[in-house]
């Protein structure tokens, strides 16, 4: 299993500002994933991190408004630039134990102004 | 495109009641799937996870099973509780592939 503490766990932001989102977990993962989930909605996939490496980015999110870091094999994070009231969302990151089971953060709700 | 969707999207029932929840996919071509738990504004717990060559799984008072031929998947949870309240979640990971793919979920009530 895996243990992933995720700070900061709420904030509420000003347009326009940004926000960097902590993840760090208690062993050692090739891959971290992170998510959005918007009120009411399902988990949407933003992009896989992997140490060493640029950030692969899904479909309608881009770099230049998530940027993601993944220093080492125990620590992302993910920033949400020039915030706008449609970011408000939670945010998540999320580890694979290999080929296993997804292990969640406790989430970031984040409420943008 | 696999494509998950879980039925009913809410559900209240009375405490002590059994139920299940429902969970289908498009593309039988998955690796496993997973049940998770959400609690409002938290993150997600995983509940049972199923392997592909799996059909079912149980923990406590919950059962998951898994038809990867009729692309569906059931949560069964015995003797409800009021702390069953919850979203509970439904994620397939394809074959050959990272991308875990999420269903909207199915909205729990579980009246005392």
């Known amino acids: 299993s895996a243990v992933i503490s995720q700070k900061p766990s709420r904030d509420i932001c000003q347009r326009g500002t940004s926000l960097t989102i902590q993840c760090q977990v208690d062993s050692q993962v090739t891959m971290m994933f992170w998510y959005r989930q918007q009120p009411g909605q399902s988990l949407t996939l933003i992009a896989t991190?992997?140490?060493?490496?640029?950030?692969?980015?899904e479909s309608g999110f881009v770099i230049d408004k998530f940027p993601i870091s993944r220093p080492n094999l125990t620590f992302s994070t993910l920033t949400v630039s020039n915030m706008s009231p449609e970011d408000s969302s939670i945010y998540l990151c999320?580890?694979?134990?290999?080929?296993?089971?997804?292990?969640f953060g406790s989430g970031t709700q984040l409420s943008v102004l | 495109k696999q494509e998950v969707t879980q039925i009913p999207a809410a559900l209240s029932v009375p405490e002590g009641e059994n139920l299940v929840l429902n969970c289908s996919f498009t593309d039988s071509a998955i690796y496993n799937l997973q049940w998770f738990r959400q609690d409002p504004g938290k993150g997600l717990t995983s509940l049972l996870l199923i392997q592909s060559s799996q059909r079912e799984q149980t923990s406590g008072r919950l059962n998951a099973s898994l038809d990867k031929s009729s692309g569906r998947s059931t949560l069964y949870i015995a003797a409800s509780q009021p702390g069953d309240s919850a979203t509970y979640l439904c994620?397939?990971?394809?074959?050959?592939?990272?991308?875990?793919?999420f269903g909207a979920g199915t909205r729990l009530f579980v009246k005392a």
């Open positions: 999320s580890v694979g134990t290999g080929f296993e089971k997804l292990f």
């Open positions: 994620a397939v990971r394809p074959t050959g592939g990272f991308k875990t793919i």
């Open positions: 991190a992997n140490q060493g490496s640029e950030a692969t980015y």
